[in-house]
Nanobody, 116 residues
Framework: QVQLVESGGGLVQAGGSLRLSCKAS????????MGWHRQAPGQQRDLVAT???????NYADSVKGRFTISRDNAKTTVYLQMNSLKPEDTAVYYC??????????WGKGTLVTVSS
């Protein structure tokens, strides 16, 4: 099993910045991908950004150039630096870890609210 602890959400004005963190623990020796998804009220959960074990990153078009995903050297914590936030970025942000064979583990989510 993998335990995920997210932090860093909150309320920010449009144009502001937030940094989300997600620390993984437990059976983390074979993590392939770490990333973030988000779910706005009444919407489906969508991919925001991912980073693979070799450092390759992938971003949703809506956040390219504004958000940056990274991780620590131990590859146990993934970060999401969010700049130039917009009201449409308001959502619950979920951390995702994918282990070998595609086993997925999700965090409980952290709320990001961007006011106009």
């Amino acid at each position: 099993q993998v335990q995920l602890v997210e932090s860093g959400g909150g309320l920010v004005q449009a144009g502001g910045s937030l940094r989300l963190s997600c620390k993984a623990s437990g059976s983390i020796f074979d993590i392939n991908t770490m990333g973030w998804h988000r779910q706005a009220p009444g919407q489906q959960r969508d991919l925001v950004a991912t980073i693979t074990s070799d450092g390759s990153t992938n971003y949703a078009d809506s956040v390219k150039g504004r958000f940056t995903i990274s991780r620590d050297n131990a590859k146990t914590t993934v970060y999401l630096q969010m700049n130039s936030l917009k009201p449409e970025d308001t959502a619950v942000y979920y951390c995702l870890v994918v282990r070998r064979y595609g086993r997925e583990f999700w965090g409980k989510g952290t709320l990001v609210t961007v006011s106009s």
